[in-house]
């Protein structure tokens, strides 16, 4: 008859707790999830002078324990500075390796790997590389499924190539917890403003659409949607753009193109955006707007009134930073 493993995390006086046990510890903070734990952890980048060689940032990570029976566990491990990982050149043919952080734990269950000279200290985690993989490759389980391992890069290698660029370099890191936060700003004009046909040039309009927003100091990418429900279009046929600006960063244009001639129409407008952010934004508040470029082309105006409403759904998400610091 199966039973409870007998020593739950904690138990007082001499009780001893199974290495199982602890790893579910782990499990549980982690949320049964792995991956890097900071934005910036564990980025594989091409060394100044390119070589033969890349280099592993300083980071932390989780790992699930993918040992025969080993359900609900995980490794927790640190890179506490960064290190240096060999990559052999390439001959006659082109070819991708993957470079992964791997436990390596000879007394997990059912596993086979050496033991470390010295039990105390191990090491029993290492960053290797997994040479000549499908260049479709983006995950370590798709060559070595039971490998307890979370995968960092994938590197794109040239024939007869012995120097690492960072162009041969593709992140393939996933955060284990990563934040999100998101906010809905709306804006309803209080009275008639007009754009115009006018010079082909952007202007900062419509004004009620400006909101100071503070930027989170672990946001990597802003998730921009922007709707004017209820836009206004006169006296002609209307061809435009629009486009957001949060703090320097300018959004893809989104074409406003009416021939419905003469008749004052109303139309709903969705801008949307996903930016990466940079580090400079970060922890900092910045304006969003939205700018209009109105064409000589056609004579047609475009208008916000009190039955517009502005929406701005925002969303910022941290998500593996591939920013040079």
Known sequence: MA???????????QAEHSTEVARLLAYAAFGGAQGIVGSGDLAVKALSSPAAQVQVRSGACAILNRAAGATYQAYAGRLPTSETVNVAA?????????????????????????????????????????????????SVRQVRPTDSAITLARIDIPAN???????????LRTMVGPRRERVLYTAFPGSLSTLAYS????HNWPGAA?????VPTWATRAKLVMTFA?????????????????????????????DSGNNTR?????LADNFAVPSSMRGTTRTLTVQTYMYKSETGDVS??????????????????????
């Open 3 to 13: 039973s409870w493993d007998s020593v739950p995390w904690f138990t007082e006086g």
């Open 90 to 138: 390439t001959g006659a043919s082109a070819r991708s390796d993957l470079v992964i952080a791997r436990v390596e734990n000879p007394y997990s269950y059912g596993e086979t790997w050496p033991l470390p000279s010295d039990p105390t200290v191990g090491p029993y985690i290492f960053t290797r590389v997994i040479s000549n993989v499908p260049k479709t490759t983006t």
């Open 161 to 171: 190539t012995s120097a690492i660029t960072q162009a041969m370099i593709k992140d």
């Open 199 to 202: 010079d082909n040039k952007w």
């Open 210 to 214: 400006s909101w100071d927003i503070d």
């Open 230 to 258: 209820g836009f206004r279009m006169t006296k002609s046929d209307v061809f435009a753009r629009m486009q957001t600006k949060f703090g320097s960063l300018l959004g893809q244009d989104t074409y406003i193109d009416d």
């Open 266 to 270: 109303r139309s709903t407008i969705v």
């Open 304 to 325: 916000v009134d009190a039955g517009t409403s502005i929406i701005a759904d925002v969303e910022f998400v941290e998500s593996p930073d591939e920013e040079e610091v």
